[in-house]
T-cell receptor, first 111, second 113 residues
Framework: QKEVEQNSGPLSVPEGAIASLNCTYS??????FFWYRQYSGKSPELIMF????GDKEDGRFTAQLNKASQYVSLLIRDSQPSDSATYLC???????????FGKGTHLIIQP | NAGVTQTPKFQVLKTGQSMTLQCAQD?????MYWYRQDPGMGLRLIYY???????DKGEVPNGYNVSRLNKREFSLRLESAAPSQTSVYFC????????????FGQGTRLTVV
């Protein structure tokens, strides 16, 4: 059984600070890693994806991957109240069943 | 470009009733999925269709059936609804089943009383 673990939170971060979200996964053969943002009552939307070890930056968001440690993280710089949401980590092992999701971390940005 | 469209958005069923949730995508994606999302449980895969003409069970398939009607449409059927099936259901699609990002429909909030 493939597992993806996230701290459920809530994670409270002051506006303008860096929010750090973490995720670990059990399947060492996992190949692709995704971060989704989900506002309350809405569907998940893709923020970032990363395939290779290291960092990937897109605007205020940076995804970090360490396959040896089976660890993925998402950094949000200059956090805004609009970043308050649940962040879902998702992992793909390349199988036909697609993505395995973590339970999500609830992030609160305090004005 | 609508993306992934689910109907209905809300539904209340009585125990034992049946219903079909509809999902259609216009992105020419090959793979489609049905998830349920419950508080504290995250997104759990019910059924998936890696390509047109194929369907397979996911993590929580009991009480559900699916049909991949064509490349665009993937429906989920509850034959005899139970209160344990009260949940938010999401349909998603990907270009292929391998390593590609999923696009989600807006969800169906189902209550079984």
């Amino acid at each position: 059984q493939k597992e993806v673990e996230q701290n459920s939170g809530p994670l409270s971060v002051p506006e303008g600070a860096i929010a750090s979200l973490n995720c670990t996964y059990s399947d060492r053969g996992s190949q692709s890693f995704f971060w989704y943002r989900q506002y309350s009552g809405k569907s998940p939307e893709l923020i970032m994806f990363i395939y290779s070890n290291g960092d990937k930056e897109d605007g205020r968001f940076t995804a970090q991957l360490n396959k040896a440690s089976q660890y993925v993280s998402l950094l949000i710089r200059d956090s805004q109240p609009s970043d308050s949401a649940t962040y879902l980590c998702a992992v793909s092992g390349g199988g036909a069943d697609g993505l395995t999701f973590g339970k999500g971390t609830h992030l609160i940005i305090q004005p | 470009n609508a993306g992934v469209t689910q109907t209905p958005k809300f539904q209340v069923l009585k125990t034992g009733q049946s219903m079909t949730l509809q999902c259609a995508q216009d992105m020419n994606h090959n793979s489609m999925y049905w998830y349920r999302q419950d508080p504290g449980m995250g997104l759990r895969l019910i059924y998936y269709s890696a390509s047109e003409g194929t369907t397979d069970k996911g993590e929580v398939p009991n009480g559900y059936n699916v049909s991949r009607l064509n490349k665009r449409e993937f429906s989920l059927r509850l034959e005899s609804a139970a209160p344990s099936q009260t949940s938010v259901y999401f349909c998603a699609s990907t270009w292929t089943a391998m390593n590609t990002e999923a696009f989600f429909g807006q969800g169906t909030r189902l209550t079984v009383v």
